[in-house]
């Protein structure tokens, strides 16, 4: 059966500092990887998409990496700041027309 | 632009009663969904809707129902409602294709059944 885990143990890291969230999967072949930010009681929002051919995606602070390899992808958001503090999501297609998502992991930045 | 707009924002029912929770989008997007968000769960599909007149189940449809009559308008339905569908419930809506496109999301529907 198809699986999205992403680890359940919020992240806690100093301001400044790099955030690294991990995303695993399995059985979703070929493989569509998003990430969403979701504020508490507001609607996830979209940040970035990652296709199985594509190593590496950078936005701004954030960077995405894809190894089918491992079935993994991992989540950095550099020089971290208080504002990145919310829950961030990982989700991949499936059936050709909807999104599974993870359960997310909450990330806090502290000063 | 107001995005993905969802109705009512909170409600509470009792056991047994029905209603509709009312999502629309003035995106022109084909592709819309409804999902359900409980602690530790994550989000769960419940239905979509690939276009106008169509729907299809998801990952957990029991208990629902769901309606697509018009493009821009997806409803979805609690006959008889149950304490375990006291949830929060997002609909969001789909930019392009399901493998690279983007969901928008509205602000989410919180439900409590006593």
């Known amino acids: 059966s198809q699986k999205i885990e992403q680890n359940s143990e919020a992240l806690n890291i100093q301001e400044g500092k790099t955030a690294t969230l991990t995303c695993n999967y399995t059985?979703?072949?070929?493989?569509?990887l998003q990430w969403y930010r979701q504020d508490p009681g507001r609607g996830p929002v979209f940040l970035l998409l990652?296709?199985?051919?594509?190593k590496e995606k950078r936005k701004e602070r954030l960077k995405v990496t894809f190894d089918t390899t491992l079935k993994q992808s991992l989540f950095h958001i550099t020089a971290s700041q208080p504002a990145d503090s919310a829950t961030y999501l990982c989700?991949?297609?499936?059936?050709?027309?909807?999104?599974?998502f993870g359960k997310g992991t909450s990330l806090l930045v502290t000063p | 632009n107001a995005g993905v707009t969802q109705t009512p924002k909170f409600r509470v029912l009792k056991t047994g009663q029905s209603m509709t929770l009312l999502c629309a989008q003035d995106?022109?997007?084909?592709?819309m969904y409804w999902y359900r968000q409980d602690p530790g769960m994550g989000l769960r599909l419940i239905h979509y809707s690939v276009g106008e007149g169509t729907t299809a189940k998801g990952e957990v449809p029991d208990g629902y129902n769901v309606s697509r009559l018009k493009k821009q308008n997806f409803l979805l339905g609690l006959e008889s409602a149950a304490p375990s569908q006291t949830s929060v419930y997002f609909c969001?809506?789909?930019?392009?294709?399901?493998?690279?496109?983007?969901?928008?999301f509205g602000e989410g529907s919180r439900l409590t059944v006593l």
């Open positions: 990652i296709r199985e051919n594509e």
């Open positions: 969001a809506s789909l930019a392009g294709t399901a493998n690279t496109g983007e969901l928008f």
């Open positions: 059985n979703y072949s070929p493989a569509y």
């Open positions: 995106m022109n997007h084909e592709y």
């Open positions: 989700a991949m297609t499936y059936s050709g027309y909807a999104l599974n």
